[in-house]
């Protein structure tokens, strides 16, 4: 089993708010694909990162997470190719853990 993670930020690089519709997609699409999603979205996480120019940069994101049988690369290479481009981001972070369901 593991738990598939999403980080998705909540501005675009302006610092406008993504549309709750953009989410409400994601979370329609992977509930439909793997029967349920958690989505961490009323205490947004901060997260901070150095970019190429050593230059720390911060995010406020949502988290989404599904739990998978089989982690399909390929699929979430896509799928995570298609958050970026809706999203406007060089990279969305997106990944798996193995975990032991109790």
Do not use: C, N
């Given at each position: 089993?593991?738990?598939?993670?999403?980080?998705?930020?909540?501005?675009?690089n302006?610092?406008?708010?993504?549309?709750?519709?953009?989410?409400?997609?994601?979370?329609?699409?992977?509930?439909?694909?793997?029967?349920?999603?958690?989505?961490?979205?009323?205490?947004?996480?901060?997260g901070?990162?150095?970019?190429?120019?050593?230059?720390?940069?911060?995010?406020?994101v949502?988290?989404?997470?599904?739990?998978?049988?089989?982690?399909?690369?390929?699929?979430?290479?896509?799928?995570?190719?298609?958050?970026?481009?809706?999203?406007?981001?060089?990279?969305?972070?997106?990944?798996?853990?193995?975990?032991?369901?109790?």
């Open positions: 089993m593991h738990l598939v993670q999403l980080f998705l930020p909540l501005y675009d302006a610092d406008q708010a993504f549309p709750k519709a953009l989410f409400d997609g994601v979370r329609a699409e992977l509930t439909e694909r793997f029967g349920g999603v958690t989505a961490f979205v009323r205490s947004p996480a901060v901070a990162w150095e970019d190429d120019s050593g230059t720390v940069q911060r995010d406020d949502v988290l989404m997470e599904v739990m998978a049988d089989h982690v399909d690369h390929g699929w979430w290479a896509a799928y995570r190719e298609d958050l970026q481009q809706r999203f406007r981001q060089d990279e969305v972070l997106v990944r798996a853990i193995r975990v032991e369901r109790l």
